[in-house]
C-alpha cells in the first residue's frame, strides 16, 4: 500500500510559520473516508487500481479496509500494526512505532508532530488542486521517496507516494468526513480462528 529529497524548486517553510498541511494534520483528531487507490509504473501507465474504507484516530490508531480487487484489512491498534490477507487466511503483525517510522502511515499516525517526520515543501496548483511535498527526514524505507498530499481549500482530496524508480501511488479520497465519533471497536484486531500470524502479537 502506500503504505508513505525535497525538490528544489520547491521553497522552504519556515519552522516558526506552519504550513496549511501541518495545521490540518495538527488539528485532525479523526477521519472515515472511501478511498480508491491506483498504481502508476514509469511510463505514467495505471497498473493496479483498489478501492476501500479507511478510519483514523489519533493517537496511532487506523484500519484500511480494501475490498477490492483482494481483500485486505490493515489496522494500527495504538501498540501494533496488524495486516490481515483474508485469501491468503494469513495475518502479519509489527510493533507500531517500528512499522510507521518514517512512512507515509505516520501522516495519519499522530505519534510523531509531521514536522518532525517530513520536510515539507511549498505549494503547487494541479489540476485545481494545491499539492505539497513531503520528503522523509529518515529513509529508512529505500521504496518510499517522496509523499505528496493535496488539498481543495481545506479539504483533504488525495496523497500520492513515489517512489526512487518514479512509480507512484495515489489514494483519491471521497466522502472524506473529518474528525467523525469512530467505533472503538472498529480500530482494534483479533486474529480469526484458523488464519496464520506471522510477527510479534505480543
Do not use: C, H
Amino acid at each position: 500500500i502506500l503504505i508513505l529529497s525535497l525538490v528544489s524548486a520547491f521553497p522552504a517553510v519556515w519552522a516558526a510559520t506552519p504550513s496549511p498541511v501541518q495545521r490540518y494534520f495538527q488539528d485532525l483528531q479523526s477521519l472515515r473516508s472511501d478511498f480508491i487507490q491506483r498504481v502508476f509504473n514509469e511510463q505514467a501507465l495505471v497498473m493496479q487500481t483498489s478501492s476501500g474504507r479507511m478510519l483514523m484516530q489519533k493517537p496511532g490508531k487506523f484500519r484500511w479496509d480494501y475490498r477490492t480487487p483482494n481483500e485486505q484489512v490493515i489496522i494500527a491498534d495504538g501498540e501494533r500494526l496488524w495486516v490481515y490477507d483474508v485469501d491468503l487466511a494469513q495475518v502479519t503483525v509489527r510493533k507500531l512505532d517500528q512499522a510507521l517510522s518514517a512512512t507515509p502511515l505516520a501522516l495519519f499516525s499522530g505519534l510523531v508532530p509531521i514536522e518532525e517526520a517530513f520536510t515539507i515543501g511549498g505549494v503547487r496548483n494541479r489540476d485545481g488542486l494545491d499539492w505539497y511535498e513531503l520528503a522523509p527526514k529518515q529513509r529508512l524505507q529505500p521504496e518510499f521517496r517522496l509523499l505528496r498530499v493535496a488539498f481543495r481549500g481545506e479539504v483533504l482530496v488525495s496523497l500520492e507516494l513515489e517512489d526512487g524508480f518514479g512509480r507512484r501511488t495515489r489514494l483519491d479520497f471521497q466522502k472524506l468526513e473529518r474528525n467523525p465519533v469512530l467505533d472503538p471497536a472498529r480500530l482494534r484486531f483479533a486474529p480469526p480462528p484458523g488464519v496464520d500470524v506471522v510477527g510479534d502479537a505480543g
